[in-house]
């Protein structure tokens, strides 16, 4: 029995996932519409909020089952709680409260599935459980595709590209590109059917390719050079030092060259230096934060097509964007510099965590929190996946946020004294 209770506690979990990543629920019920495609009728997605409740609902129930481990993982982020609260009481000065009041609410109950996984699941279990949700998605996807290509691939202005059980060909890429680094580490750290995992990795790539999504494919090569990047960092720091010396001034040259060809090098991956257009409205968006840039405009209410402060981008860009595609400008918009301060905050001291795990453990999995935040800062510069309710990005940043806070296993090299050991061995010294 008690197995039977913990099967169906992961099965929660892994299909929890899968509902938050988006799929595939939306291109159902949306009735397989497209982006640039005619749409029949309008899309009822009741039944979608409904599932997030009973997700809320559950996860609420198995937290209280575990309440005092709970109590002992809310206390380690504040930080979070503090952005979360000031999304909450953004309704006070919101140009839409009754939006900001109910994403606020989603907001809380997305957090407490990320407070669920950190308590329940070390971060080697997680990055299992990523594992069956990945490869679910990518099963489930390629059935869309070949099965039920009315869902599966997009028609209108992306006619034929693949999107599996996602609304969108990006957000298949999006998630495919996560997908990638999960079953790279775990083919690395396997000792048994290690090929399972590189099967997992073959197709995630295969279906970014196939996805035509660019950017997610840049930056997956670039979280591959990342992570010979970070085993570095597993060295002894007389080697370690000179060598991340050695990669900056060489990467310093690499840039100055990249940037001399930037306009070539954009155009072989299909882009142009204005990120497909998006720098040009960016501009006004700036503009637009600069008019409220302490508190912004509350949570989840800029971005409310014609009947909100969107209307004068939309107007004066000629382009209808339903977000910045730039997750860092929304999170200025809606909270102001006090709201990106706190989580900028938040950040940078759980990446630094994540490169002390890194040392911490002595397995590949031991990359994965600092990895997937990089990759939390790569996706959010051309899209907009950072602070939004129900969003399968953000329940994993935060429980890995949550999670380097916690002891993982004994180790003689603490998070905490990380960075001074390096100052310590530092031959130049570090400030």
Known sequence: MKKLLL????????????????????????????????????????????????????????????????????????????????????????????????????????????????????????????????????????????????????????????????????????????????????????????????????????????????????????????????????????????????????????????????EVIAALFGKDLTLTGRTNFWPFILDKIWRRPWLGYGFGAFWRGLDGPSADIWYASGWTPPNSHNGFLDLFLELGLIGFSIYLIDFVTSFQKGLAYIRLMKTPDGFWPAMFLTYIVLANLTESTLIIQNNFFFVIQVAIFFSLRIPQSQSKISPNNFLSQIRAHSPLGFP
Not at 106 to 115: E, K, R, V
Not at 146 to 168: A, D, E, F, Q, S
Not at 204 to 222: E, F, Q
Not at 228 to 243: A, G, K, S
Request: charged share 15%; proline share 2%.
């Open 7 to 262: 099967f169906a506690e992961k099965a929660f979990t892994v299909v929890s996932l899968i509902h938050y990543s988006g799929g595939p629920l939306v291109v159902i019920l949306s009735g397989g519409a497209s982006e640039g495609g005619e749409v029949e009728g309008g899309s009822d997605f009741a039944l979608i909020q409904l599932i997030f409740l009973v997700i809320y609902f559950i996860t609420f129930c198995l937290l209280v089952i575990r309440w005092k481990k709970v109590i002992k993982v809310i206390t380690k982020d504040k930080l979070i709680w503090l952005l979360v609260g000031l999304a909450v009481f953004s309704f006070f000065w919101s140009d839409a409260p009754d939006i900001t009041k109910s994403r606020s609410i989603a907001l809380f109950g997305t957090i407490l599935f990320s407070l669920y996984l950190a308590s329940r699941y070390s971060l080697k279990e997680q990055l299992q459980l990523l594992a069956w949700t990945f490869a679910i998605a990518i099963f489930a996807s390629c059935l869309f595709a070949v099965g039920l290509p009315k869902y599966g691939l997009m028609g209108g202005v992306h006619y034929g590209t693949w999107r599996g059980i996602y609304n969108h060909k990006n957000v298949l890429g999006k998630v495919m590109a996560p997908s990638t680094i999960v079953f790279l580490l775990l083919a690395l750290g396997a000792e048994k059917k290690r090929w399972v995992f590189w099967i997992g990795l073959f197709f995630s790539v295969l279906l970014i390719i196939l996805s035509k999504a660019s950017s997610p494919l840049i930056n997956v090569l670039i979280l591959i050079v990342e992570l010979l990047f970070f085993r570095i960092l597993r060295w002894h720091y007389d080697f370690m030092i000179p060598t991340l010396m050695g990669i900056t001034t060489t990467s310093t040259i690499l840039y100055s060259l990249v940037s001399a060809n930037a």
